[in-house]
């Protein structure tokens, strides 16, 4: 283990007392012993053996932990929830971004860096399912960051665990609890349960005090805390939970247009407990961090004493590929009076050319006014108002001419539907009419089908259409669920798609622009597109099965996810796709590849996060039944109809290259 400024690992802290001994509250030491306890010795074998896995693949690349604990300019990293990173028990698990924003905090950790990045918090939300196989990936990633002796800290969030502090023994605590940092000489120890830890790094030439509470505290876990600024009254404390703040931004609205990027958040109602409990009456804390929220956003407060906190919340886990693992940087200048905030995605910054997307590109380096700001600080006078926010940096897409539709129909194509040859835009589409599947395999869209009671207005014609789009027009759905409302096609009945299982891969390719008006009241879980038949009538069963959904659907969550959930031939329950929440008024290219063993869901080109990777999933199971663009069925219902634009659709018999999707020249 590597000590700061090339001490002797085995002498004191610099201050000449023992770490434990420098927090003088009682009971400081001794919960990691109880909650390692809880860990089987076969659960520690196997971790140990992963462990060294990881790491042999892992050290490639990593720098020196050498952070210069006296220098006035040193840098605190925060990694906000990074859950979609690991889903173990849908078989996606992705740490690579987080693995190389670990090798950056190392790499970034001493002076000649310019960041002298002294100190790495987590904020929750580790997993998404709080399983112990998701746990053991997450232990061999921060395994990194042990190797290099590197001080950070950890906490749990709501899908890490549940109900509050005193819940007992957990994956979490067996994985990340208190001894996990039994030999970091940062670690002053945790309260009785393990899920409250208290760390002191030494930075600027002095000591701070950083809490890292559980997600829900109890009143003895308060208690803790406040015996311990108590007992420490000489210490400046960061408070950081995996909840305290929300926006209070309009989160309907993309990109963010900060209106008052100085206080657009607000504590939620936990929050407030938080604050009434242990932020109000503690002078000493000056900054509380969280997650769990998003957007991002900050807020300046006034505590009991009249100074001022400053509650940022920061989560990128809405972005894509779950927010790759992003570190929101805080440079403190204690020469300037200042701390200087960015926000950047080692993983996207690291990617070499053969790997750059234009997702990806766009989330290297955030600017805007909540992820890219300055603090003003007086240290010896407190806090005063935070700056002006940096701008926005924005891109605009490039239109590309309308292509024939004889060169979109590659070997392989089963369907391929586009609406640029309809009526005026604007217009209804007409009962009766067929929109043809120009791959000449007779997979036409022949039955219009509209909700009784809907206005004349429920599908109609659009000149609107996506930058890289073949055809340049549109469906417009106006559907909705409360009341249902709208119309959506269906091919025909005897349409050989009905029958066909792609027991040698698929590519299904979709263009759609949610519109502004969208709501999860009224539009969570449209399809844009499904196959009718229930996945109780095809005799599947087993996790995560619903008996009464449809056996493959193309849909939207209530924060505007894509999800592809289809029940392969090959088992008997679903496999599932997710992408990142999609902002409104944008077209999105969307594409779902199946080579025959594996699904990966695609936006604009670049793959998402959440694929079942380690998961077999062969073919699709049919019923001989219709598929439907804009219509979801739910027990054999009609349940919700697309609210949106819908383009181009393509379907084809075989896995494709991503060069190979329409979005490509």
């Given amino acids: 283990m590597c000590s700061p400024a090339g001490e002797d690992p085995s002498s004191p802290p610099s201050n000449g007392q023992n770490r434990r001994a420098f927090l003088r509250t009682a009971g400081l030491a001794g919960a990691g ?81 310019g960041n002298n990045i002294v100190f790495m918090s987590h904020l929750g939300d580790l997993t998404e399912d709080a399983e112990a196989s998701s746990f053991q990936y997450v232990s061999q990633a921060f395994d990194i960051l042990d190797s290099q002796g590197v001080a950070y800290s950890v906490l749990a969030g709501n899908h890490d665990v549940s109900g509050d502090d005193t819940r007992g023994t957990t994956p979490y605590l067996q994985t990340m609890g208190p001894q996990r940092f039994k030999k970091s000489p940062t670690f002053a120890g945790s309260d009785s349960t393990g899920y409250n830890t208290a760390h002191v790094f030494r930075a600027g030439g002095r000591e701070w005090l950083l809490l890292a509470m559980d997600w829900r505290t109890s009143s003895g876990g308060f208690a803790w805390a406040n015996q311990l600024i108590a007992d420490n009254p000489g210490l400046p404390v960061i408070l950081t939970t995996h909840e305290i703040a929300g926006s209070t931004y309009d989160d309907n609205v993309y990109p963010y247009q900060a209106g008052d990027p100085d206080n657009d958040a607000g504590l939620s109602s936990y929050g407030q407990t938080v604050w009434d409990n242990l932020v109000n009456e503690n002078d000493q804390v000056f900054l509380t961090l969280n997650g769990h929220y998003w957007p991002p956003g900050r807020a300046t407060l006034q505590n009991a004493a009249g100074n001022d906190v400053n509650v940022h919340i920061t989560n990128y886990q809405n972005r894509y590929f779950g927010g790759a693992a992003m570190l929101r940087l805080y440079h403190f200048d204690l020469t300037r009076n200042t701390i200087d905030v960015e926000t950047l995605s080692p993983w996207a910054l690291s990617r070499p050319p053969e790997q750059h997307n234009v997702l990806a590109a766009q989330e290297a380096r955030l600017t805007t006014g909540v992820d890219r700001f300055s603090v003003p600080l007086d240290f010896e006078r407190r806090l005063i108002a935070p700056a002006t926010a940096i701008g926005l940096a924005t891109t605009t897409a490039l239109m590309k001419p309308a292509r024939p539709a004889g060169p979109v129909v590659i070997p392989g194509t089963l369907a391929y539907w586009r609406f640029d040859n309809g009526g005026a835009d604007g217009t209804p589409v007409a009962a009766g009419t067929t929109i043809r599947d120009l791959s000449g395999h007779g997979n036409d869209l022949s039955t219009l089908v509209t909700v009784p009671g809907s206005p004349s207005t429920a599908l109609t014609w659009s000149g609107d259409y996506a930058p890289s789009q073949p055809g340049h027009g549109s469906l417009y759905f106006d559907g909705g669920q409360n009341p249902l409302q709208g119309a959506y096609f269906t091919t025909g009945a005897n349409a050989p798609l009905n029958t066909e299982t792609f027991p040698d891969g698929f590519t299904f390719e979709v263009f759609v622009n949610i519109p502004l008006d969208w709501n999860s009241d009224d539009n969570s879980w449209m399809a844009v597109l499904s196959r009718w038949g229930e996945s109780g009538q095809a005799g599947k069963s087993g996790s995560n099965t619903d008996p009464n959904e449809p056996i493959c659907t193309f849909s939207f969550s209530g924060d505007r996810e894509p999800q592809w959930n289809a029940y392969p031939l090959n088992l008997t329950y679903p496999t599932t796709n997710w992408g990142q929440g999609l902002p409104e008024n944008t077209w999105w290219h969307l594409a779902v590849v199946n080579d025959g063993k594996h699904t990966v869901l695609y936006i604009e080109g670049c793959p998402t996060v959440d694929n079942p990777t380690l998961l077999a999933s062969n073919g699709l199971t049919q019923l001989g039944l219709p598929w439907a663009l804009g219509g979801y069925e739910y027990g054999g219902v009609i349940n919700q109809i697309f609210h949106g634009w819908v383009g181009d659709v393509r379907i084809v018999n075989r896995p494709l290259p991503v060069d190979e999707f329409m979005i490509a020249r």
Avoid: C, H, K
């Fill in 33 to 113: 012993a109880a909650a390692f306890g809880a860990m089987t010795a076969g659960q520690a074998s196997a971790a140990s053996a992963a462990s060294a896995a990881s790491l042999s693949s892992s050290r490639t690349g990593l720098g020196t932990w050498n952070p210069d604990p006296d220098s006035p300019r040193f840098t605190l990293a925060v990694m906000p929830d990074t859950q979609f990173l690991y889903w173990g028990s849908q078989g996606s698990v992705n740490p690579e971004p987080q693995e190389e924003s670990f090798r950056y905090v190392i790499a970034n950790s001493g002076s000649e860096s």
